[in-house]
């Protein structure tokens, strides 16, 4: 594998050229046959050793890369705010030297504030990768997405895409908008208004608010998690009125293509925004979205860490 990345962290996917996607997927690939070896491990990061830092709850995104840096054979530490020295007043800045300081080769870092990681790429000398910053993206999760729609279709030129639910508070929407469109996908938003940027402009999608017209002859559907710490009745009637109106059901998917892809992000808030997947399984690229974030984790690891 001779591709690396440009750039020494992964800060959003504007950061990657569609060339530069491309050699993470090639790179995935050869990852992937890891998880059904009796010794799912390479050497290609031992020495190394990579921290992940989250400010934010995170269940599949931490434990990826965890698994991701392991198969690497790089030494792993997590750290969450409750467990360091941040519930004692120190700052962010002094959390990520002191762990640059004590060896760190790598920092996966999680914030609730728009552009942290980017600031601390500018003042630390290891390599940052951002495992989502607010609102603003969440590149990793884009680039799994994007790596699950290729295994599962085989090519991105002219598919339709729908990405269903809270636009407004998502930082996966606006990194899948960003990589889906420069590889040539036709992405359609859809969701109540209230749910959806007020300027979409410089966007390149088209935005629908009716969930029966923005999933029509769609190849695939990404619903995305209604964030109900922030979606509350200033933003959606009830529930399960937005259930019914926005939840992706087996009626509903009778609309789009008839292979359709349906994905989502995770956690999944079950009966609001999928309802009844057991009856359209075969279609579901859920559970794929998680097998291959760890080839794809392992692909951005290494790319920007072996060798280096």
Same mark, same amino acid.
């Given at each position: 594998?001779?591709?690396?990345?440009?750039?020494?962290?992964?800060?959003?996917?504007?950061?990657?050229?569609?060339?530069?996607?491309?050699?993470?997927?090639?790179?995935?690939?050869?990852?992937?046959?890891?998880?059904?070896?009796?010794?799912?491990?390479?050497?290609?990061?031992?020495?190394?050793?990579?921290?992940?830092?989250?400010?934010?709850?995170?269940?599949?995104?931490?434990?990826?890369?965890?698994?991701?840096?392991?198969?690497?054979?790089?030494?792993?530490?997590?750290?969450?705010?409750?467990?360091?020295?941040?519930?004692?007043?120190?700052?962010?800045?002094?959390?990520?030297?002191?762990?640059?300081?004590?060896?760190?080769?790598?920092?996966?870092?999680?914030?609730?504030?728009?552009?942290?990681?980017?600031?601390?790429?500018?003042?630390?000398?290891?390599?940052?990768?951002?495992?989502?910053?607010?609102?603003?993206?969440?590149?990793?999760?884009?680039?799994?997405?994007?790596?699950?729609?290729?295994?599962?279709?085989?090519?991105?030129?002219?598919?339709?895409?729908?990405?269903?639910?809270?636009?407004?508070?998502?930082?996966?929407?606006?990194?899948?908008?960003?990589?889906?469109?420069?590889?040539?996908?036709?992405?359609?938003?859809?969701?109540?208004?209230?749910?959806?940027?007020?300027?979409?402009?410089?966007?390149?999608?088209?935005?629908?608010?009716?969930?029966?017209?923005?999933?029509?002859?769609?190849?695939?559907?990404?619903?995305?998690?209604?964030?109900?710490?922030?979606?509350?009745?200033?933003?959606?009637?009830?529930? $399960?009125?937005?259930? +019914?109106?926005?939840? &992706?059901?087996?009626?509903?998917?009778? =609309? #789009?293509?008839?292979?359709? %892809?349906?994905?989502?992000? $995770?956690?999944?808030? +079950?009966?609001?925004? &999928?309802?009844?997947?057991?009856?359209? =399984? #075969?279609?579901?690229?859920? %559970?794929?979205?998680?097998?291959?974030?760890?080839?794809?984790?392992?692909?951005?690891?290494?790319?920007?860490?072996?060798?280096?």
């Amino acid at each position: 594998m001779s591709d690396f990345l440009a750039s020494s962290h992964l800060l959003s996917v504007e950061d990657l050229s569609t060339e530069e996607m491309n050699g993470i997927f090639r790179t995935a690939d050869s990852f992937l046959d890891l998880s059904s070896r009796t010794v799912k491990k390479v050497p290609s990061l031992r020495g190394k050793t990579l921290v992940n830092l989250f400010y934010e709850p995170s269940t599949r995104t931490r434990t990826s890369f965890e698994i991701a840096a392991k198969r690497l054979s790089a030494d792993v530490i997590n750290i969450t705010t409750s467990q360091s020295s941040v519930v004692k007043g120190e700052s962010l800045l002094d959390t990520v030297r002191t762990i640059e300081a004590l060896g760190a080769d790598g920092v996966v870092i999680r914030h609730p504030s728009s552009g942290v990681p980017e600031w601390i790429s500018r003042r630390v000398g290891c390599h940052v990768i951002n495992a989502g910053d607010g609102l603003r993206e969440h590149p990793t999760q884009a680039l799994l997405d994007l790596y699950t729609i290729l295994k599962r279709k085989g090519h991105f030129e002219g598919l339709q895409v729908a990405i269903v639910g809270d636009i407004l508070h998502s930082r996966v929407a606006r990194s899948n908008i960003r990589a889906l469109t420069r590889m040539g996908v036709r992405v359609r938003l859809v969701g109540p208004p209230t749910l959806i940027p007020a300027d979409t402009r410089g966007w390149k999608v088209e935005v629908v608010h009716e969930l029966k017209d923005g999933v029509r002859g769609c190849d695939v559907v990404m619903a995305l998690r209604l964030q109900l710490e922030r979606a509350t009745a200033s933003y959606i009637p009830s529930l $399960g009125e937005y259930a +019914r109106l926005y939840g &992706i059901s087996p009626a509903v998917l009778r =609309l #789009a293509k008839p292979d359709v %892809l349906v994905l989502h992000p $995770g956690p999944i808030n +079950r009966g609001i925004e &999928i309802q009844d997947e057991e009856s359209f =399984l #075969a279609r579901s690229g859920i %559970l794929d979205q998680v097998h291959f974030g760890v080839g794809i984790r392992m692909a951005v690891l290494y790319l920007l860490m072996a060798g280096q």
